[in-house]
């Protein structure tokens, strides 16, 4: 990030902050540098004090927000999403003239809704008063936020500013590289394709070692190499880009990365790929699309786990009176079913039927310190198919039937 572009997100991150009363961070990712997080000097702290540490090697307060900005450019420029604690944090992009990732806004930690809905699930409740002080919105209010920021992220971003600027970077590295490689390929017996498949295994093993800075330049090598191979011929180049995405997509599953958004993210890339016609813009991508798998396979797994746990709680929590179903959750937040199910058992340690039940019976103890609502009302409002069925379920899940528990709560006999 410039010094120029990052005076204007300090700019705007000083704004929402004092308008919103809720921190405000700039994620910065250099070509060749991991990726640099500005907290918000006038927020709060919460973040820095949370003690939600499930992966003791995770960065929470980058990777969540990292996390953040890569769903953002994904999706339209704006995302909104839970972090591991419950809470709310609204994401922009910013991107180059490329439309490559080159950071972003991320505002929160905040509360959408109710506070008593973060605290039901929350995994530490010794940040129970912590998070009674985090400012509250409403979805609405959430959402019209999400849009001024995304507003905002587009005009910092001012690509037309930044034109070319991020090309010549990469063409003079790779300039280099390929004055080298013409010295190689002079040697008529060096002619062959195995300097590039030395490539693709070393660069695969920089992946499998989370080495950004020595994929990123193993992979300036290796388009040298591409280019003077195939004779700077635009198909023959594609091509073998096209191999390389296959080797780098593997690698990045094989480093840990959710298999579906790898395939997903690859199959874009390809139609990139197949639609350039400028060697150099390609060279650029290739760049980018190095970063952005090595971002998937070591740095955003499990923020994206906890993200999607959120989300489906979230979404059972609102929708408990209807029927809720394996396929209608998995939609909700873009997953296999059998993926869905077995991350959520794994995140949370019980079974989605087993959390469904357990939110409307906890909904269903609630309504039924309200007397002046039938039972059979209570379970059809719980998403029960009758009274009998939600008798029996309640019995079994705290030991008493429904009207005694009522009883009990108004001290009748």
């Known amino acids: 990030m410039t010094p120029q572009l990052r005076d204007k997100c300090e700019k705007y991150q000083r704004h929402f902050s004092e308008l919103l009363k809720v921190p405000c961070s700039i994620i910065d990712l250099p070509a060749n540098e991991p990726p640099c997080y500005l907290r918000d000097e006038n927020g709060d702290d919460f973040c820095t004090k949370c003690k939600y540490h499930k992966d003791p090697d995770l960065k929470d307060e980058l990777t969540t927000r990292l996390y953040g900005c890569n769903e953002a450019h994904r999706w339209n420029g704006k995302y909104i999403y839970y972090c591991p604690m419950g809470l709310v944090f609204i994401a922009a992009s ?163 990365a959710d298999t579906s958004e790898v395939f997903r993210l690859s199959e874009g890339y390809i139609r990139q790929i197949e639609r350039g016609n400028d060697i150099d813009q390609l060279a650029v991508w290739m760049s980018d699309i190095v970063r952005r798998f090595i971002i998937q396979a070591f740095d955003l797994a499990q923020v994206k786990h906890s993200d999607v746990v959120f989300k489906v709680t979230n979404y059972i929590k609102r929708n408990c009176n209807e029927k809720l179903s394996l396929d209608a959750l998995a939609r909700e937040v873009y997953l296999s079913k059998s993926y869905l199910s077995s991350m959520f058992k794994e995140e949370t340690g019980i079974s989605l039927t087993e959390y469904i039940t357990k939110v409307r019976i906890e909904k269903s103890k609630r309504l039924l310190t309200e007397n002046s609502i039938s039972i059979s009302a209570i379970a059809m409002q719980c998403g029960f198919k009758d009274q009998s069925y939600f008798t029996k379920v309640f019995k079994k899940e705290t030991g008493t039937s429904p009207k005694k528990y009522r009883n009990n709560y108004f001290g009748i006999a």
Request: glycine share 4%; aromatic share 8%; net charge negative.
């Open 94 to 256: 910013l991107i180059d003239e490329f439309s490559s990732l080159t950071g972003g806004i991320v505002i929160g930690p905040l509360v959408m809704g109710d506070h008593q809905d973060v605290l039901f699930d929350l995994p530490d409740q010794e940040m129970a008063e912590d998070i009674k002080n985090i400012k509250t919105y409403s979805t609405q209010e959430v959402y019209h936020i999400s849009e001024i920021l995304t507003c905002v992220c587009s005009e910092i971003s001012g690509v037309e500013e930044q034109k070319y600027r991020n090309l010549i970077f990469d063409q003079e590295k790779i300039l280099k590289e390929i004055y080298i490689a013409k010295d190689y390929y002079e040697d008529t017996s060096a002619q062959n394709a195995d300097s590039l498949l030395e490539f693709e295994k070393g660069l695969r093993a920089a992946f499998l070692r989370g080495e950004k800075n020595t994929a990123l330049e193993m992979l300036n090598e290796m388009l040298a190499h591409i280019y003077v191979y195939s004779n700077y011929d635009i198909n023959s180049v594609k091509a073998r880009m096209l191999e390389l995405l296959v080797v780098l997509s593997r690698a990045t599953i094989e480093a840990g």
